[in-house]
């Protein structure tokens, strides 16, 4: 008698397993999602419309994970931290598409299903199937209306859960606006939504509107250098993979161009860029720096050049390779006492932080971050601007930026600063010529709902 076949699981489709393997490597290694989900899909051939189905898996149930994760723990009936951590990302894997794509509803569960028997047994694929079975009963909105904190008691509470946010991010933002606070709902919103690539012409070799032209982009609002691209992968574009423009925010752009921009009592272009990892700002100050050199401007008549300080042996080897062909000295010791002497003209201090302003683009990070980050940042903060400020020549200016607008990161680092340093506050604003709604200075803080950028911090100081 011939024994009955017993049914083969299906696994998980290419475009599924990729996404899948993502939310794993970040749970597990608490790797970053933009760098896992780009080379998975070019090593394993994944293009065209599952490539974008895999990428806004990844990165929606990335973004969305408190959502996900409130709306899986209702409907299973146990808090995340009692589900095994691989079911529980198979279910917001499953739970994304159900709440937030077109996907069908029978695919969305059966092919999460069959990956769970596969990975696990029966038993557990009947529990994420009965989750999901309940998830797909009601849309997204009626979720969110039940377990949102309510409006009334808790507004910012209330903002940050429907937009996906943490409540401590979503009020460091509110404390940030201050008088305009009332834009908290739109910069959420502008959090979430998947930002444009920006494009950096190099100074002297490309022009802004040349660059467009050769990747068919658009000029930029702001910055002299920047360009817009429609879509596709910028390390393939010629411009970039010839070191004639960078993969870059207009924000950054901003800031490495506001310390070119500052007045300074003479300079004779010795630079620094005391935090310079990977290299970013640093390529464009030293672009700066060469081409003032090529015409023999004041900035750098003798002959200017960046010292770069990286103490990360990896994020220095990205500095020397961004900045490959420019007048850059890479050194790797620590900013905080790099044993330089006090000569330099104008410094960048672009510190270590929470990255709470560039979460647009790191989709895991706004969950990955807590409240309990900010104070050895801080500290970091203030013995890095202190040490910027010593190593400045007197007439000379210090740049103090950050990635993020929590003010215990900014205003508070700058507070400091001018209180046991002797250095004058500058006013910021015109060093952003051409920006908008820069507030009451004298530091400049930009927003992503506001400039289109991330929300970079930037304070100028005189020293002496």
Same mark, same amino acid.
């Given at each position: 008698?011939?024994?009955?076949?017993?049914?083969?699981?299906?696994?998980?489709?290419?475009?599924?397993?990729?996404?899948?393997?993502?939310?794993?490597?970040?749970?597990?290694?608490?790797? %970053?999602?933009?760098?896992?989900?780009?080379?998975?899909?070019? *090593?394993?051939?994944?293009?065209?419309? +599952?490539?974008?189905?895999?990428?806004?898996?990844?990165?929606?149930?990335?973004?969305?994970?408190?959502?996900?994760d409130?709306?899986?723990?209702?409907?299973? @009936?146990?808090?995340?931290?009692?589900?095994?951590?691989?079911l529980?990302?198979?279910?917001?894997?499953?739970?994304?598409?159900?709440?937030?794509?077109?996907?069908?509803?029978?695919?969305?569960?059966?092919?999460?299903?069959?990956?769970?028997?596969?990975?696990?047994?029966?038993?557990?694929?009947?529990?994420?199937?009965?989750?999901?079975?309940?998830?797909?009963?009601?849309?997204?909105?009626?979720?969110?209306?039940?377990?949102?904190?309510?409006?009334?008691?808790?507004?910012?509470? &209330?903002?940050?859960?429907?937009?996906? &946010?943490?409540?401590?991010?979503?009020?460091?933002?509110?404390?940030?606006?201050g008088?305009d606070?009332?834009?908290?709902?739109?910069?959420?919103?502008?959090d979430?939504e998947?930002?444009?690539?920006?494009?950096?012409?190099r100074?002297? =070799?490309?022009?802004?509107?040349?660059? /467009?032209?050769? =990747?068919?982009?658009t000029?930029?609002?702001?910055?002299? %250098?920047?360009?817009?691209?429609?879509?596709?992968?910028?390390?393939?574009?010629? !411009? $970039?993979?010839?070191?004639?423009?960078?993969?870059?925010? *207009?924000?950054?752009?901003?800031?490495?161009?506001?310390?070119?921009?500052? !007045?300074?009592?003479?300079?004779?272009?010795?630079?620094? +860029?005391?935090?310079?990892?990977?290299?970013?700002?640093?390529a464009?100050?030293?672009?700066?720096?060469?081409?003032?050199?090529?015409?023999?401007?004041?900035?750098a008549?003798?002959?200017?050049?960046?010292?770069a300080?990286? !103490?990360? /042996?990896?994020?220095?080897?990205?500095?020397?390779?961004?900045?490959?062909?420019?007048?850059?000295?890479?050194?790797? =010791? +620590?900013?905080?006492?790099?044993?330089?002497?006090?000569?330099?003209?104008?410094?960048?201090?672009?510190?270590?932080?929470?990255?709470?302003?560039?979460?647009?683009?790191?989709? *895991?990070?706004?969950?990955?971050?807590?409240?309990?980050?900010?104070?050895?940042?801080g500290?970091?903060?203030?013995?890095?601007?202190?040490?910027?400020?010593?190593?400045?020549?007197?007439?000379?200016?210090?740049?103090?930026?950050?990635?993020?607008?929590?003010?215990? *990161?900014?205003?508070?680092? =700058?507070?400091?600063?001018?209180?046991?340093?002797? $250095?004058?506050?500058? +006013?910021?604003?015109p060093?952003?010529? @051409?920006?908008?709604?820069?507030g009451?200075?004298?530091?400049?803080?930009?927003?992503? &709902?506001?400039?289109?950028?991330?929300?970079?911090?930037?304070?100028?100081?005189?020293?002496?």
């Amino acid at each position: 008698m011939t024994k009955p076949r017993r049914s083969r699981r299906k696994p998980l489709d290419p475009a599924r397993r990729a996404a899948f393997d993502v939310l794993r490597a970040v749970s597990e290694r608490d790797a %970053y999602a933009n760098l896992v989900l780009p080379t998975l899909l070019r *090593e394993r051939g994944i293009t065209g419309r +599952d490539a974008a189905f895999a990428t806004e898996l990844a990165y929606g149930a990335c973004r969305t994970r408190g959502i996900l994760d409130a709306v899986i723990a209702s409907a299973a @009936g146990r808090e995340p931290e009692r589900i095994n951590p691989v079911l529980l990302d198979l279910l917001r894997l499953g739970a994304y598409q159900l709440l937030r794509t077109r996907v069908d509803a029978h695919a969305a569960v059966s092919t999460t299903v069959e990956q769970a028997a596969i990975e696990f047994d029966s038993a557990r694929a009947g529990f994420v199937n009965g989750v999901l079975r309940t998830i797909s009963a009601r849309d997204e909105q009626s979720w969110l209306e039940e377990l949102a904190p309510s409006a009334d008691s808790d507004p910012v509470g &209330h903002l940050a859960f429907m937009h996906a &946010h943490p409540r401590w991010v979503a009020q460091a933002f509110a404390d940030a606006l201050g008088r305009d606070a009332g834009e908290l709902e739109a910069l959420l919103a502008a959090d979430n939504e998947r930002p444009v690539v920006h494009l950096a012409a190099r100074p002297g =070799v490309l022009t802004a509107a040349e660059l /467009a032209e050769a =990747v068919d982009g658009t000029v930029g609002r702001y910055s002299p %250098y920047a360009v817009y691209l429609a879509g596709g992968d910028p390390g393939a574009l010629d !411009p $970039v993979r010839d070191g004639a423009a960078l993969v870059q925010d *207009e924000g950054s752009q901003l800031v490495a161009r506001a310390l070119a921009l500052a !007045p300074v009592d003479g300079d004779a272009g010795r630079w620094l +860029d005391l935090c310079a990892g990977p290299g970013g700002k640093t390529a464009l100050l030293a672009a700066l720096v060469a081409h003032a050199s090529s015409g023999k401007t004041t900035a750098a008549e003798s002959g200017g050049r960046v010292i770069a300080i990286e !103490p990360n /042996a990896r994020r220095a080897d990205l500095v020397e390779q961004n900045t490959r062909g420019l007048p850059v000295e890479v050194l790797r =010791v +620590d900013g905080r006492d790099p044993g330089l002497e006090p000569q330099f003209d104008r410094v960048l201090v672009d510190a270590p932080c929470t990255g709470l302003g560039a979460l647009r683009r790191r989709p *895991e990070a706004r969950w990955r971050r807590q409240p309990a980050d900010v104070p050895p940042l801080g500290r970091l903060q203030r013995e890095l601007l202190a040490s910027a400020i010593r190593l400045t020549r007197p007439g000379g200016v210090v740049l103090y930026a950050t990635c993020s607008p929590h003010l215990s *990161e900014t205003v508070g680092v =700058v507070a400091d600063a001018l209180r046991r340093h002797p $250095v004058t506050a500058l +006013d910021t604003r015109p060093l952003f010529d @051409g920006v908008d709604r820069l507030g009451d200075g004298p530091h400049v803080q930009l927003w992503p &709902h506001r400039h289109g950028t991330d929300a970079m911090f930037a304070a100028a100081f005189k020293v002496g």
